[in-house]
C-alpha cells in the first residue's frame, strides 16, 4: 500500500478517535484549565498543547491550552485561548508585541476552524452514548476498509 494512503487512513482513524474521545470528556475540563496549578502539570505532561506568547523584555511566557484535560486538541479549548489573546491584545500597557499576538490569533483561528466542524454536541446521555456506538462503528468500518486494501 502506498505511504500517502496509509498517511490518509491513519489521519482519518485519528479524527475519527478524537470525536469519540471528545464525546467522553467531561464539560467540567476547562474549567479544570483554568487552575493554575493543573495547568502547570498538564503543560509538563503534554507539552504540544499548549502555545507560547512571550513577553516584551524577556519576561515568562504565557502558555494558552488549545487540550482539554486528556491531551487531546479541543475546539472549546481553543476559543477560551483566543478568548484571552483578544483580551491581551486590547491591553494598553504594551507588555505583548502586537505582530506576535495577531500570528497567534491566527494560527487559533485556524485550528478552531479545522477543530470545530466535525465535533457533534449530544444534548444529554442517550444522545452521548448513540454518538459513541455510531463513531465506533466509523471506526470498525475503517479497520474493516483498512485491512481488505
Known sequence: MPNHKVKEQLTT?????RSVAQNLEPMDSLKALQ????RDRLRG???KCFVCVKQLGGQTPDFFPVCNTAGMVDARAIDMSIRALNRLMSDESGAYDS?????????????KSVYSKTVPKPPN??????????MMNNVKDHLKNVRTD
Open 13 to 17: 482513524l485519528t479524527e475519527l478517535i
Open 35 to 38: 487552575q493554575k496549578d493543573l
Open 45 to 47: 505532561k503534554y507539552p
Open 99 to 111: 505582530n506576535d499576538l495577531t500570528k497567534m490569533l491566527s494560527k487559533l483561528e485556524r485550528m
Open 125 to 134: 446521555m442517550a444522545g452521548r452514548k448513540a454518538m459513541v456506538t455510531r
